[in-house]
T-cell receptor, first 115, second 115 residues
């Protein structure tokens, strides 16, 4: 149980285009989903927290107009990287949690490469 | 605010030897504690967690950790490691009574197993 999927697992795009990444909780309802960014050989940096049906809460320094997050249902959250640039290339990981004591379940990640 | 310090960025160990990965945290409030493992190009997998109760927590793959409140530590141990344990290990903390449910990660410890 508690499986989280991400799609796509990897994506290559041209500079200036937008890319959408999906995060789904497959066998549970996720009241909260989180989006992280991870640079090579570094830890995870929390980008934003999203609750179903409400606006995402972004961490300091994260551009909300650049990284659009939508949490339309209890099983789906999307991250759209708008007007991507090479510096946006990274490993993006989502996680999801149910109501109750904190256990976040992580997706397998999406590797974004912007040319 | 919480913070997590993983004292060792890399730990090389011979196969079948014991290992301890150190983690110290800082928080002014009560916390939950976690250890996650990340294999190359994958998301995070929960190894174990401390929510309450017994301070010795057993997780998957033969790992265990002990919560020490006086020393604010949550060190991860395994009595005999295998090649398959080669991965990045992250210690993490979240605030116990926070509705935000954010997890703060340590910088990670790379465990490399030598045959």
């Amino acid at each position: 149980g508690a499986v989280v999927s991400q799609h796509p697992s990897w994506v290559i795009c041209k500079s200036g285009t937008s890319v959408k990444i999906e995060c789904r909780s497959l066998d549970f309802q996720a009241t909260t989903m989180f989006w992280y960014r991870q640079f090579p050989k570094q830890s995870l940096m929390l980008m934003a927290t999203s609750n179903e049906g409400s606006k995402a809460t972004y961490e300091q320094g994260v551009e909300k107009d650049k990284f659009l997050i939508n949490h339309a249902s209890l099983t789906l959250s999307t991250l759209t990287v708008t007007s991507a640039h090479p510096e946006d290339s990274s490993f993006y990981i989502c996680s999801a949690k149910q109501r109750g004591p904190d256990t976040q379940y992580f997706g397998p990640g999406t590797r974004l490469t912007v040319l | 605010a919480q913070s997590v310090t993983q004292l060792d960025s890399q730990v090389p160990v011979f196969e079948e030897a014991p290992v301890e990965l150190r983690c110290n945290y800082s928080s002014s409030v009560s916390v939950y504690l976690f250890w996650y493992v990340q294999y190359p190009n994958q998301g995070l997998q929960l190894l174990l967690k401390y929510l309450s109760g017994s301070t010795l927590v057993k997780g998957i793959n033969g790992f265990e950790a002990e919560f020490n409140k006086s020393q604010t530590s949550f060190h991860l141990r395994k009595p005999s490691v295998h090649i398959s344990d080669t991965a990045e290990y992250f210690c993490a903390v979240s605030e116990r009574y926070s509705s935000a449910s954010k997890i703060i990660f340590g910088s990670g410890t790379r465990l490399s197993i030598r045959p």
